[in-house]
């Protein structure tokens, strides 16, 4: 089975620090994508950065960036120079092919990142 | 309105009352999904919606209903639910249909409670 870990519940930064949000996956494919996802609270879920697993070099948005370790499975969230806006869920996501055809995601559990003043 | 919005954004229902949740996209997507958060759990896939049909029904009970007249809205109807079914209520459709590298792009979500 694919699974997606996000071990962090929660955690904490200073505004103007720099965090890191730990995730783990689980696949026995060779090519896939990697996606962090953002939610507010009581905000709509949006893309945060994407990653295409057979591509070396990793993704980065501005002040998200990601460290991608095939070998390890892991894909980690940085992001540098934290602001208040933040402070909301991130969710860790893997897309899988089903039998069906159907392409789906993987989400991990979420880990509440709280930017503090 | 632009992006995907769901109605009713708040709901509380008795365990034999019949609602729908309605979603609605303005994004041109091909394919719409319903997705189950529940504090604590990862995100639960529920059913996949492609050009209008239904690509994916991941075990999800019979006393959730889903219907997609179009391309552009997709309802989830309820009848005789469990208060194991309170949760938020999450649509998103993607551009590309079923394509691995798909962003998906959520609605608000409605936050139901089963008493």
């Known amino acids: 089975a694919q699974t997606v870990t996000q071990s962090q519940p929660e955690m904490s930064v200073q505004e103007a620090e720099t965090v890191t949000l730990s995730c783990t996956y689980d696949t026995s494919e060779s090519n896939y994508y990697l996606f962090w996802y953002k939610q507010p609270p009581s905000r709509q879920m949006i893309l945060v950065i994407r990653q295409e697993a057979y591509k070396q070099q990793n993704a980065t948005e501005n002040r998200f960036s990601v460290n991608f370790q095939k070998a390890a499975k892991s894909f980690s969230l940085k992001i540098s120079d934290s602001q208040l806006g933040d402070t909301a869920m991130y969710f860790c996501a893997f897309m899988k092919q089903s039998t069906s055809g159907t392409y789906k995601y993987i989400f991990g559990t979420g880990t509440r990142l709280k930017v503090l003043a | 309105e632009t992006g995907v919005t769901q109605t009713p954004r708040h709901l509380v229902m008795g365990m034999t009352n019949k609602k729908s949740l309605k979603c609605e996209q303005h994004?041109?997507?091909?394919?719409m999904y319903w997705y189950k958060q529940s504090a604590k759990k990862p995100l639960e896939l529920m059913f996949v919606y492609n050009f209008k049909e239904q690509t994916e029904n991941n075990s999800v009970p019979s006393r959730f209903s889903p219907e997609c007249p179009n391309s552009s809205h997709l309802f989830l109807h309820l009848h005789t639910l469990q208060p194991e079914d309170s949760a938020l209520y999450l649509c998103?459709?993607?551009?590309?249909?079923?394509?691995?590298?798909?962003?998906?792009?959520f609605g608000p979500g409605t936050r139901l409670t089963v008493l």
């Open positions: 998103a459709s993607s551009p590309y249909g079923l394509a691995a590298y798909n962003e998906q792009f």
């Open positions: 994004l041109g997507h091909n394919a």
